[in-house]
């Protein structure tokens, strides 16, 4: 891989980690399910002029997707990072990773042998050390809607694997956002209040974190994810994912002056190890991973 691929992918994961203390500035002007919702309004009115538009008979696999994917999953990872300080919600949201291996060996009959058995173990135990800090405040309300984002994005993973044939990326994501975006406003004009006022008065961080979630992660991030996709065996790229909490993290302590201490430190090393084990050795569950999950 030259250089400047690998400068690519990093750039990419330091932008996609970003994205946690991004989502939480933004969750301060607005509604978690309204912004995530228009997020994939904005992302199908950016994509679909240069996509088309789906044919009847592929709404029947993506209403499911869109239902898995775009509300419940984006729902949960809103809300979650809403409850949850975005360093340690960068952190937790990979669970999906051993959730992912066990899903291989569940489904397709993949082998899981001693090391990413002990990498799941180390991811698990990382986890539960974040979360047993005195200083985490999110609650097991809070760990739930992320375990939930994560249960979630794997079973949409497994539904792309079968769309991946027919669809490439841009489609999947640009169709998915014009299937579930509805979906999601009906769902926060139910159980939500203040999207009007919300509009009227988000502020520069407001409507900054929104433009970020539509020209940098799914034009800039997922354009190189889809490159590199296409060039590389998963093998080389899922590596790179690994960089995503590593800077979620950071920049969440020094964007938002999120606290720190040794216990969140030893929980993002455990928890990092076992996931590079797994990430090594993993299978290629999806032909085209619809990216990172944030």
């Known amino acids: 891989m030259p250089a400047r691929h690998i400068a690519l992918l990093a ?4 932008l996609w980690g970003a994205n946690f203390a991004v989502v939480k500035w933004g969750l301060a002007d607005w509604p978690p399910l309204f912004f995530a919702g228009l997020r994939m309004i904005a992302v199908a009115a950016l994509i679909c002029p240069f996509i088309g538009l789906p044919r009847k008979s592929d709404l029947k696999a993506l209403l499911p997707l869109g239902l898995i994917l775009g509300v419940i999953h984006f729902g949960a990872i809103f809300h979650g990072i809403n409850r949850v300080d975005a360093a340690t919600s960068s952190i937790l949201i990979q669970i999906q990773v051993p959730l992912s291996a066990l899903t291989a060996a569940w489904l397709f009959g993949d082998r899981i042998g001693w090391r990413r058995w002990s990498g799941m173990g180390l991811a698990f135990i990382g986890i539960a050390v974040l979360v047993g800090r005195p200083a985490f405040s999110g609650g097991w309300i809070g760990v739930g809607l992320m375990l939930l984002a994560a249960v979630s ?12 044939e027919n669809m490439d990326g841009w489609r999947i994501n640009g169709w998915v956002g014009l299937v579930a975006g509805p979906m999601m406003l009906v769902l926060s004009a139910a159980t939500e209040h ?3 006022t919300a509009v009227t008065q988000a502020g520069l961080a407001g409507w900054g974190a929104m433009a970020y979630q539509v020209l940098i992660v799914t034009a800039l991030c997922y354009g190189i994810w889809y490159a590199m996709m296409s060039r590389y065996p998963v093998s080389y790229v899922m590596p790179f994912t690994l960089l995503e ?38 299978p290629q569950v999806v032909n085209q991973p619809v990216g990172p999950g944030a």
């Not at 994005?153 to 991946?164: D, G, M, P, Y």
């Not at 999120?258 to 990430?279: C, K, N, P, Q, Y």
């Open 153 to 164: 994005w794997v079973a949409s993973n497994l539904l792309i694997k079968k769309l991946a």
């Open 245 to 282: 909490p590593i800077f979620g993290a950071t920049t969440a302590v020094l964007l938002l002056g999120e606290g720190w201490d040794w216990r969140m430190v030893a929980g993002a090393l455990l928890t990092m190890s076992g996931l590079a084990i797994i990430i090594i050795r993993r």
């Open 194 to 196: 203040g999207q009007m």
């Open 11 to 14: 750039f990419s994961q330091i």
